[in-house]
């Protein structure tokens, strides 16, 4: 923690899937590190690959159809693409666990939740039966849940999604992970849920020193809990930054879209929420140009017809677009200007 | 769950009784009896045989004494038939499930032709579903954790010929072969383990592939779910992973298909019965129609769908010990 | 013409032509059948129907291969015709099934004319009267003969007819009853639908042979009451006509909607009598095939009818045909479960509150509104029902309860073929492995359409 070790870096991971409309590139050149004890938002819109990334980190990408087809994957100076799966197996659920997005199929309904929390601590931590349900038991109680005990011996069907939520995350806590990877841990949950969730979610990290991944589609959600953002869209990464410059400056249009699209009920009540034009675009079969340029309000020729580059705004701020400067320069001002509305 | 399987169990009665109403009304319908296949016979002897199986009544009356027969009734005085179930309660006489004598098989009752040959077709016929159940859940469980390998089609293919090949075309290729090519088995009748090796086969083919491709279809739905990611997420390996997470939603339409499979196994015994010269309970039940020998086949009918019943209700206790989801109240 | 420049009226065009087609090809089915029976009739040889037959047969594929390339759109069908073009067994069982189809359906008449046989044709005197007649394959019987020394291969071609017959006539039988049946009590719900299920359950567990055996004898026997009888015969002809007749005024209102205005109104009057002539000529050959069906029950008239306008004065079709309307009658059962099913997770969805609140019948939303909805688990519970009530006419047959002589099927001939099998194992292979060929074909293509038009198995 206190040292700011690499936990997990990817470099140009590509993972591909062999579909009958040809090949679907769902994750195409994604780069990002990691430092012990941070959290990594990943934020894009469904289908723009960050669940295939996370995936990919994982092994988890079934394969046939999908496969890993390039890049690298270094999880604390493993080489996870290069390691027998068995030698995978023993850092899933052990160092690296992972929480999905819909707590209602993501548990077995047909095992005890017992079963379930019991059998990663005695695989994992070689608990005997009496440990793993003591430990079961402690951790159950850790994310909140009410009367831990009883719920042991009952089956998820019983339980609310939010509970059942938390069930997840005290079962993907339990070995005490280097990683933590929340795939769209709130989206299936009620608003209420979501804030108490995200609020365990947070509370956890810091007393447990867990780095965490957190992925999602709502830009809300990563505010406040997050120290660098990836954006991603249509397997690419399209913006790279810190979360308070990219919320301030952003260097996409992309991001200042989705930016705007946040419904902010503290001004411009009334007003009509703003939505990025169009649908994403079909990954098997992409333009030539930037992906985003059909949807894009400033799109040029050159946009259609060129890939753009990936440009370096400064040390920890990239930008996929054509204009990244220019729009870079655009949302400085704009943030000064409404600094300055706030301040008066 | 005890009261639900006891009502369960209720509701059989009234519908073990539809259904011999049913069998009953479906016979009478039919045109012609079981004497009327004879040479015309002199009117006097026909009153007679219509007197003796009191077939002179009106058909309400021979229908109500037919439902009481078949229950529960006090034994008329001087009755001194053999047929049915008697005890004394009260100082009165009761018969119960008296379905009378075979009209055809003379001097035998109903009863006693039904437990003379059904030990047969139940033996075949559990032994064959024991085995289409064994295997079929092996190779379906194969062919879908390896899938697209040379295993899966292998597999699916002869299951596919399994479901395609009449089984008293089956039957005799075996006989064929076995018996007549290589020696090793006896051809036909009922005899030691060597003699029911064949009629199980037989029996289980059409069955195992099947439940081969039923399991396959369901491990392949679960092996794609949620849950089953969350438990490779968690480090298990796909040995745990199969046993543990997958097998129980897999074979959930393997447990529901169990009921209807019972109900054919019962029928499908006649093939194998005339195949194999076995003196099973089907032969007896399709000869009873022909003939129509109506206490032979309604005490048949009225066993069997007591049968098919209780076994649904087993295959639906098992369904709610799998699938906690369920409750029964 | 302006209104054609609308691009939602093009679309309207569009369907509506495809509409239009889609009659020509029921119209064309209808002659198909017709120029068929022809070529069948008086002892094998109108060659002129037979041509008519195969090339109507052969138009209708392609035009169902081309509409098929052209479907434009990704509609689930459309997609789901792509899916399945791409599973190469399921295209194996779709052309096994094809060229079946057309084999039986111009095979007799082509044995005729190559060898002279046809299937009730018993030689006489060339071996005297008890020698074996039973001959191995050769040049002249490709699959060798029965028995009785009449050719193998005519016999199984028309028994594949029969074959086809039963798997077809019954699966519509126990499509009618079974989707009725469940989808009224799906959408029903409450005390109904649990009536009609426990009835479900009731005839579960009643072995079917019995009911098959009671209902072919109460119907067939022969002390069988006229009036009896004669009920199959009036449902099946009720039936017969006014699907006929709805379909034929359907399409001649549409037809000439659509061309009125289009083309001179002398011609338009000559097309639409021409329609009428076809239409009604397809509605007199169904009677016919109905009458044919039973003309055991007509007494004397269907005699008449039989030996004046049809092939054979075959009076034990109407068992034949008694069989197919029984074994419809007792397979439909799992079908009505599978839809009651379906419609059971659809009707509280949004399209049938609106449907409902726009004031359509109940009988207009089960039938106009959700089960076109669950059709997709309907067609493929349909394409396995036929092979396994194949296979259950072939156990009836087997029991001695099927088809009886003078026809047969290819169960009848599998199981008259087994008491021979040791001297004379063609008798049972040939016309066994014929059925056990269609049916393997019948269970791929089904499978493959289940994998089609279920979204769930797909790859991604």
Known sequence: MSNNATILSVKDLKTYFQTEDGIVKAVDGISFELEKGETLGIVGESGSGKSVTN???????????????????????????????????????????????????????????????????????????????????????????????????????????GMRQRIMIAMALSCDPELLIADEPTTALDVTIQAQILELIKDLRSRMGTSVILITHDLGVVAGMTDKIVVMYAGKVFEQATTRELFATPANPYTKGLLKSVPDPAHEQGKELYQIPGLPPDVAHLPPGCPFAERCDRAVELCTNEYPPFVQINADHHSLCHFAKEVYEESKIEHSASLAKTKR | MIGFILRRLLIIIPMALLVVSLTWGLIRVAPGNFYSDERSLPPAIEENIKRKYGLDKPWYQQYFLMLGNVTCRTAPDGDTSTTGFRFGLFGTQFKCFDFGDSVKYLGKSVNEIIFTHLPYS????????????????????????????????????????????????????????????????????????????????????????????????????????????????????????????????????????????????????????????????????????????????????????????IFNLIVDIAYGFLDPRIRYE | MQMLEDPNLIEVNYEFRKRLVGIGFLMLIGIALIALHWSSRTEYFSGIGLIVFLVLFLSLTAYAIWSVRTSRGNSLWADAWKRLLKNKLAVFGLGVVWFMVLLVAVGPTLVYWLNGFTPDY???????????????????????????????????????????????????????????????????????????????????????????????????????????????????????????????????????????????????????????????????????????????????????????????????????????????????????????????????????????????????IIFRHLVPNALGPVIIYATLTVPSVMLAEAFLSFLGLGVQAPYASWGSLASDGIKNIQIFPWQMIFPGVTMALTLFSLNFLGDGLRDALDPQTRKF
């Open chain 1, 55 to 161: 995936l990919s980190v994982m092994r988890l990408i079934p394969e046939p159809p999908g496969k890993i087809v390039g890049g690298e994957i270094v999880f604390d100076g493993i080489d996870v693409r290069a390691l027998p799966i068995e030698d995978v197996r023993k850092i899933r659920g052990k160092r690296i666990a992972m929480i999905f997005q819909d707590p209602m199929t993501s548990l077995n309904p047909f095992l005890k939740i017992s079963t379930q929390l019991m059998e990663v601590t005695r695989l994992h931590l070689g608990h005997s039966k009496e440990e793993a349900y003591e430990h079961g038991v402690k951790m159950l109680e850790m994310v909140g849940i009410p009367d831990p005990r009883s719920r042991m011996d009952g089956y998820p069907h019983e339980l609310s999604g």
């Open chain 3, 122 to 364: 018993i030689p006489s005197g060339v071996d005297g009267g008890d020698r074996v007649r039973s001959f191995p394959p050769s040049l002249m019987h490709p699959m060798g003969t029965d028995d009785q020394g009449r050719d193998l291969l005519a016999r199984v071609l028309q028994g594949g007819r029969i074959s086809l017959m039963v798997g077809i006539i019954s699966t519509v039988v126990s499509l009618i009853v079974g989707v009725s049946w469940g989808a009224i009590a799906g959408f029903l719900g409450g005390r109904i639908d649990n009536i009609m299920m426990r009835v479900v359950d009731i005839i579960y567990s009643i072995p079917y042979i019995l009911v098959v055996i009671v209902l072919l004898s109460v119907f067939g026997g022969p002390n069988t009451n006229f009036l009896i009888g004669l009920i199959p015969v009036a449902i099946t002809a009720g039936i017969t006509l006014a699907l006929l007749a709805w379909l034929g005024g359907r399409a001649y209102r549409r037809l000439k909607e659509h061309f009125a205005g289009r083309v001179r109104p002398g011609l338009l009057k000559v097309l639409m009598v021409v329609f009428a002539l076809l239409t009604i000529a397809i509605i007199v050959e169904g009677m016919l095939l109905n009458a044919w069906m039973h003309t055991a029950f007509l007494g004397n008239i269907g005699a008449w009818i039989a030996e004046k306008f049809l092939a054979s004065a075959g009076q034990g079709l109407s068992q034949i045909f008694l069989l197919f309307f029984a074994l419809g009658l007792v397979s439909w059962l799992t079908m009505a479960r599978v839809v009651r099913g379906q419609i059971l997770s659809l009707k509280n969805q949004e399209f049938v509150l609106a449907a409902r609140a726009t004031g359509v019948s109940t009988f207009g």
């Open chain 2, 122 to 309: 139940a033996t075949i016929g559990f032994l064959a579903y024991i085995l289409a159940l064994i295997l079929g859940l092996i190779f379906g469980n194969i062919a879908a954790l390896k899938q697209n390998s040379a295993w899966d089609y292998g597999s699916m293919t002869s299951a596919m010929l399994g479901l395609s090949v009449p089984n008293f075309v089956l039957g005799p290729i075996l006989v064929i072969v076995f018996s007549l090519w290589l020696y090793w088995l006896p051809p036909a009748r009922w005899g030691g383990v060597a003699n029911i090796i064949m009629p199980v086969i037989t029996l289980s083919a059409i069955y195992m592939a099947y439940i081969a491709r039923l399991t396959r279809a369901g491990m392949l739905e679960v092996m794609r779910s949620d849950y089953i990611r969350t438990a490779r997420a968690k480090g298990l390996d796909e040995k745990s992973v199969l046993l543990r997470h997958g097998i129980r939603g897999g074979i959930i339409p393997v447990v529901s298909y169990t009921g209807p499979a019972l109900a054919g196994l019962l029928a499908g015994t006649v093939v194998v019965e005339k195949v194999f010269a076995i003196p099973g309970l089907g032969n007896i039940f399709i000869q009873s129609v022909l003939n129509r020998d109506e206490p032979l086949t309604l005490g048949i009918v009225a066993f069997l769908s007591i049968l098919i019943m």
